[in-house]
């Protein structure tokens, strides 16, 4: 049910203690998952090892690791607000005062500098708000949900002032999921590219 899930419904799992064997599959299958704090995942029972929720973050497992079961529900009711009910229906259009053709002189300054990404989403989004998900995994990669002009978007964005912003092997499978997810919503996506290339070491290989 959950596989047949995907891609047709948003499915969001919340961690609440211990995911283990079938469990931790099945939330493999959610398109976003929140670990609370005290969760713990693993899929191979065998080896005993179990990721805590920061782990599990870090691991891109989780797209957030809350502190708490408040901060988990806050999380799932602001992703709730860009995704659309299903795969055949467009996400609620949200009034905005913010003029989509308006122009965003703050960005010069940052061009030549090791910019924050994060500073240039905030100028060009609805109110200046977006939720990040996976902020913990491959950081130089950005994967984020934002509206612009009362649309509902998805950003994919190399984090400049991490490494350059390269491109990995995490953060290529990083955006990847995201834009898959987008993909299969109806979610119109936003790439912000600006890398100095591709990471070239030896384990990004592997």
């Not at 419904?9 to 493999?28: F, K, T």
């Not at 602001?78 to 009034?95: F, G, H, I, M």
């Not at 955006?175 to 590219?193: E, T």
Request: net charge negative; aromatic share 6%; with cysteine.
């Amino acid at each position: 049910a959950a596989a047949k899930a995907s891609g047709v419904i948003p499915h969001i799992l919340v961690i609440d203690g211990p995911a283990v064997g079938a469990m931790a599959l099945y939330a493999q299958c959610a398109d976003i998952v929140v670990a609370n704090d005290g969760s713990s995942y693993s899929v191979a029972t065998a080896s005993g090892a179990q990721l805590s929720a920061q782990e599990a973050a870090m691991a891109g497992v989780a797209a957030y690791a809350a502190a708490n079961a408040q901060q988990a529900d806050a999380f799932v009711r602001s992703a709730l607000q860009y995704l659309p009910d299903n795969n055949l229906t467009a996400s609620e259009y949200v009034d905005t005062a913010d003029d989509i053709n308006r122009l965003c002189p703050e960005l010069n300054a940052l061009a030549d500098t090791a910019y924050d990404v994060k500073d240039v989403i905030k100028a060009v989004v609805d109110a200046g708000m977006f939720l990040e998900l996976y902020s913990e995994y491959a950081p130089e990669m950005v994967t984020a949900f934002a509206s612009i002009g009362g649309q509902s978007v998805g950003i994919a964005a190399n984090q400049h002032k991490v490494n350059g912003g390269k491109i990995t092997a995490s953060a290529a499978k990083k955006a990847a999921r995201f834009v898959n997810l987008c993909d299969s919503l109806g979610i119109p996506l936003i790439l912000l590219c600006d890398s100095e290339g591709f990471a070239s070491e030896k384990e990004a290989e592997l």
